[in-house]
């Protein structure tokens, strides 16, 4: 928002126009929006053809207002190529509960600011329970039921689920089937009696407060079939990353993670003059969350057609199956992003490293380019690299 005040106030308007191509646009116009799509706006030359869209805001979609905090969603409704994936961003103030509930879909959760302690119990009756920081993860199978509740600083956090049509009103409550089941039945199956039943909720809580829980020794529920074999939490905050020219990445899979079959991730962090590097994934789609910084990246989609697409914190962004493609940081901070994938797998494959080992004299006819650019190439992957902006 500095920026575009500062913008304004200089009375340097963005333009569609690129050289002799293009006009004024006179308005009515969104001019917020033009200032942060600058290469939407004016596409690079290179973007070609058509390509469905690739980017949502979580700032574009219906918040729902809670009292112990707020949730808002984006879906295969808000972004229709996004059929593998769908993401909730949630805040919790201190203490406040996303209440015992469960998902057809498998849940993979980010916490990006504060602490949340986790619960939950398997079909075997071994039960869970963890507090987990900010860089750190969950993941919770399809069906097995849990419950999330902030800490003393409260917590924001994004749930990745794998399904694109999933949507976090749909979920399975116990409040929810409580107001849904006769009394007596309930009396029954917990075989007690209608006064100890006199107030329960008359429909979903879904958000609630409390106070902040106590520590997990005080809290901890001791099963007879004992703990889960492989917990649902995973310190990713606590792993080496891959240091490159550019950046760094962090890498988790099932390799690392067990327990997540489905959702496979890597958290990148890209330095001012740097990029992820020309690659496309042989395995499925990526989801992207963008968490800060500014960035801009080209999807190559075959049949001559690209398109470039400007992403900034908060934003949504999506790679079709085996699209080529690339990240930019545009601004002067780190850029940091959630590559996300339907898979139990992290795979990519790099265009630099795929050249570097073909027979180089191919390579050189084929591109028809100098001996010099075949020597460069890198036969190691470098999943962020530097770059240099010539115009």
């Known amino acids: 928002m500095k920026k575009l005040i500062q913008q304004l106030a200089s009375k ?9 191509k293009g006009a004024t646009d006179e308005g009515p116009r969104n001019l917020a929006r033009d200032f942060q799509n600058p290469d939407m706006l004016v596409p690079p030359s290179t973007d070609a053809g058509t390509v469905q869209n690739l980017k949502f805001s979580f700032s574009d979609t219906h918040m729902r207002l809670e009292d112990g905090g707020w949730s808002r969603e984006v879906t295969v409704r808000e972004l229709p190529v996004s059929k593998n994936i769908a993401a909730v961003n949630m805040r919790l103030k201190p203490g406040a509960v996303r209440e015992l509930h469960w998902h057809k879909e498998a849940e993979w959760g980010y916490v990006i600011s504060g602490e949340v302690r986790l619960t939950a119990v398997d079909q075997n009756g071994r039960n869970f329970i963890d507090n987990v920081s900010e860089g750190d993860l969950w993941y919770f199978p399809s069906g097995i039921p849990h419950s999330i509740q902030g800490m003393e600083q409260g917590s924001e956090f ?9 949507s976090e009103n749909s979920t399975f409550s116990v409040t929810d089937w409580f107001a849904h089941t006769p009394r007596s039945v309930l009396q029954a199956n917990f075989g007690v009696s209608g006064y100890d039943l006199a107030y329960i909720p008359a429909k979903e809580r879904y958000m609630f407060q409390l106070e902040p829980p106590p520590p997990i020794e005080q809290a901890a529920v001791s099963s ?10 995973y310190k990713l905050s606590l792993q080496e990353p891959l240091v490159t020219s550019g950046g760094k990445v962090k ?14 991730a890597a958290l990148v962090e890209v330095e001012p003059g740097g990029m992820r590097e020309l690659h496309w994934h042989p395995n499925t789609d990526e989801w992207q969350y963008y968490l800060s910084g500014e960035a801009k990246m080209t999807v190559f989609a075959a049949e001559g057609r690209a398109r470039t697409f400007n992403y900034q914190a908060g934003d949504v962004g999506y790679v079709p199956f085996a699209m080529g493609h690339y990240v930019q940081n545009t601004g002067d901070t780190v850029l940091r992003f959630l590559e996300i994938f339907k898979s139990d797998r992290f795979e990519d494959i790099s265009l630099n490293q795929w050249l570097a080992l073909t027979p180089q004299r191919f390579v050189e006819q084929t591109l ?9 190439l890198r036969k190691k992957k470098s999943p962020v690299v530097k770059w240099k902006h010539e115009e």
Not at 12 to 20: A, D, K, M, V, Y
Not at 224 to 233: A, D, M, N, Q
Not at 251 to 264: E, L
Not at 368 to 376: D, E, I, L, T
């Open 368 to 376: 028809n380019v100098s001996p010099a650019f075949a020597r460069r």
């Open 224 to 233: 007879p079939e004992g703990t889960v074999l492989e917990p649902f939490s």
């Open 12 to 20: 340097h308007l963005p333009q569609p126009i690129r050289g002799r």
């Open 158 to 166: 994004l749930l990745v689920f794998d399904d694109g049509s999933f």
């Open 251 to 264: 890498i988790v899979d099932s390799k690392t993670f067990k327990v997540s079959k489905t959702i496979a």
